[in-house]
């Protein structure tokens, strides 16, 4: 604020009727106005000012002006040089001052600047291409300064040159020769300005020396002087300039600094916005290539390992069911447990994976919450057993029959929690202490798995929940395992709509709290656990899925397609022993040529179902899928592939296969599945 503004006084208009009159002498005051403030926004002051009197005073209007009070007046910091004029009044009354300020019509040239801001503006914010947001910059540049062609020239990555951003109207032979142009002597004031970092004018093309090697084309197409502004970012960093070519020299000193200071600014701002927006979209793009070459890597683990786990779990499996009561059945039995040990390891990866990549996909279906938490307890029971722990299950309060959830997650977060808690504690007991808990917002499922282990430290509560971490993590560790089954546990607890919390004493144990949401249930009809079992018993549903398998033998000729010799003996093994016979083949091309061999001979091939493994060499189980529908294969086909993750099922029903199976072969999901499609044999032993 000025001392001439705050000087000014002039009696109030708002005086009632009636009041002393006073004299009012009208002088024009023009304001003497400090360079720093005189560089300010032009119609800044006059927004400011009517905006900070339209709450004090009513507008009055009067030779294009308005009124205000000296309160208004002392709020407004900054005076802008384009009024032509002020028209005072004083006058006083009393101890009253008050003021009447009549502010000049507005500049039509200000008003054109204004609006020239605003579409450049837009056109930032709604994320237009760089080039057009610039060169409707230009455009406004050009419309201010009579005689002008303005240029914006980036600075490239070397810096050591520019390259042109918008030059819609110079001539073309400049346009090009600015495009790859030299930050070198001679080559312009845009050189210059890049040198210096500070504006460079220049009023007449023959007297500077920044023009040495450029003048003569410039000359050619009639401009005598230029101007160029440098484009900053808002970290400081030099972007290009701001280039201003007139056919009119001597002009530059008169143009208004702040106008072009603004553009080039409206510049950095669009320039320094493209160029994150890249960098987001370039950041984004590597952060998708990670994740898709972190899931084909997982993917080909998974298979590899796989593969060879079939055979080493399935002849394992043999080898305890024939030595079965011998000595040798303890050896059997370690290796199938070591194996399947590592299976899950492998499972747990992919899960971790799948969780992180957000593929991890729900099958929530109603399920009786007594039958799934009395499944938990007998399967974990013998690892109890082998630690002279008791495993217990106990309820507090009755819960619904039937929640909605997925059954084969909350078993798999149990499982991880009664695990743990099973391999931590070394005396004592392992409870799963359950209740129903009636929140405001839902019902919610509270499973407390409670240990008498080795506890927690209070500093690594936290940290156990983060993948491939452990609370005890020396090289002495008294406990095995990865670090992934918590951490797998929450996300799944998360998925689920629910969370796990921990509670924890060194050497006294822990308790984990798992919580889930029922789902829509009727809180008017809760059972204790005695009667829910009994009703589950009863239920055909829980019949089927919960009996002792029995597995039946099966009629019918599979063609056995496997390049693996070991799986292929395996599984050929599974299928004659349970009544099928078994054609065999070693990849795609010669299942393909045994299908074409009997379409020869007999019209009809004799197979009944075609098991396929999906990863074979000379013709994988895909194209030979394919290829089989394509020639009129109506009937089953089974795919046999060590690839896990979810859109490989997809991928295989796509290819014409019937049904997925994963690698290492369960039995009696193997034979579960062959039930579907093939006729039970006569006689069964």
Not at 64 to 73: F, S
Not at 222 to 232: H, K, L
Not at 307 to 318: C, S, V, Y
Not at 464 to 492: E, K, N, Y
Request: charge should be neutral.
């Amino acid at each position: 604020m000025n001392r001439a503004a705050k000087d000014i006084r002039t009696e109030s208009p708002s005086e009632p009727k009636g009041a002393e009159s006073c004299s009012a002498t009208p002088a024009t005051v023009t304001p003497e106005v400090p360079q720093s403030l005189a560089e300010s926004p032009p119609g800044q002051f006059l927004r400011q000012l009517l905006e900070g009197v339209s709450s004090l005073v009513p507008l009055r209007d009067g030779a294009g002006g308005a009124q205000v009070c000296p309160k208004a007046l002392s709020a407004v910091d900054r005076i802008s040089p384009q009024a032509d004029a002020w028209q005072v009044h004083r006058s006083q009354q009393g101890s009253r001052c008050e003021c009447m300020v009549l502010v000049a019509p507005e500049n039509p040239t200000l008003t054109r600047w204004e609006h020239g801001q605003t579409r450049v503006l837009e056109r930032i914010a709604l994320g237009v291409p760089l080039s057009e947001v610039l060169s409707v910059l230009v455009e406004e540049v050009e419309r201010l300064i009579p005689h002008s062609h303005a240029a914006v020239l980036l600075l490239d990555e070397t810096g050591k040159q520019f390259r042109r951003g918008a030059a819609p109207s110079l001539p073309d032979p400049l346009g090009k020769l600015f495009d790859g142009l030299k930050v070198a002597p001679g080559n312009g004031c845009c050189a210059a300005a890049a040198t210096s970092g500070e504006r460079v004018v220049v009023p007449d093309l023959d007297s500077h020396s920044c023009w040495t090697q450029l003048r003569p084309l410039a000359q050619q197409f009639g401009f005598c002087a230029s101007w160029s502004e440098p484009v900053y970012s808002s970290t400081g960093k030099f972007l290009g300039t701001l280039t201003v070519l007139l056919r009119q020299s001597g002009v530059v000193e008169q143009l208004n600094r702040h106008w072009l200071a603004t553009a080039a600014h409206l510049a950095g701002i669009a320039i320094e916005r493209d160029r994150s927006a890249k960098e987001l979209i370039r950041a984004k793009e590597e952060a998708e290539a990670s994740s898709r070459a972190k899931a084909q890597f997982l993917a080909n683990m998974s298979h590899e390992i796989r593969t060879p786990m079939t055979a080493i779990l399935g002849f394992a499996d043999l080898l305890r069911e024939q030595a079965a009561g011998t000595a040798q059945a303890e050896l059997a039995d370690t290796i199938y447990r070591n194996a399947s040990y590592l299976l899950k390891i492998i499972n747990d990866i992919l899960d971790l994976s799948k969780i992180e990549a957000g593929k991890m996909q729900l099958d929530v279906q109603q399920v009786c919450p007594f039958q799934l938490l009395e499944d938990v307890k007998e399967m974990m029971a013998p690892s109890a057993r082998e630690k002279g722990l008791e495993l217990k299950l106990q309820f507090h309060t009755p819960l619904p029959p039937a929640i909605r959830t997925d059954p084969y997650r909350l078993r798999q977060i149990l499982i991880n929690l009664v695990g743990n808690a099973i391999k931590f504690t070394t005396r004592g007991s392992v409870r799963m202490a359950v209740q129903l808990l009636k929140t405001p917002s839902r019902p919610m499922l509270a499973v407390d798995v409670i240990d008498t282990g080795v506890g927690i430290p209070a500093d690594k509560l936290q940290a156990i929940f983060q993948p491939f971490v452990q609370a005890d993590s020396s090289t002495t560790r008294r406990f095995g395992g990865t670090g992934l089954g918590l951490s797998i546990s929450l996300h799944l607890a998360h998925l689920l709509g629910g969370t796990i919390t921990v509670e924890s004493t060194p050497g006294q144990g822990s308790r984990f709290r798992l919580e889930v949401p029922l789902g829509p249930v009727d809180l008017d009809r809760l059972v204790w656990s005695p009667q829910a079992r009994s009703a589950k018993q009863n239920s055909p549903a829980h019949s089927d899925a919960h009996a002792p398998s029995q597995i039946p033998r099966l009629q019918g000729h599979v063609l056995l397609v496997e390049d693996g010799p070991d799986n292929r003996r395996l599984v050929a093994h599974i299928l004659t022993k349970y009544g099928m016979q078994v054609t065999t083949a070693t990849h795609g091309q010669e299942a393909l040529e045994l299908f074409d061999r009997y379409w020869q001979r007999d019209q009809t091939p004799p197979f009944d179902l075609v098991l396929l493994d999906m990863q074979m060499p000379v013709m994988d189980g895909y194209t030979t899928a394919a290829e089989l529908r394509r020639r009129g294969w109506a009937g089953p086909v089974v795919a046999l592939t060590a690839f896990a993750m979810a859109q490989d099922r997809q991928k295989c029903l796509q290819a014409g296969c019937d049904e997925y199976l994963t690698k290492p072969i369960d039995k009696e999901k193997l034979l579960a599945t062959l039930t579907r499609f093939l006729q039970p044999a006569t006689s069964q032993s």
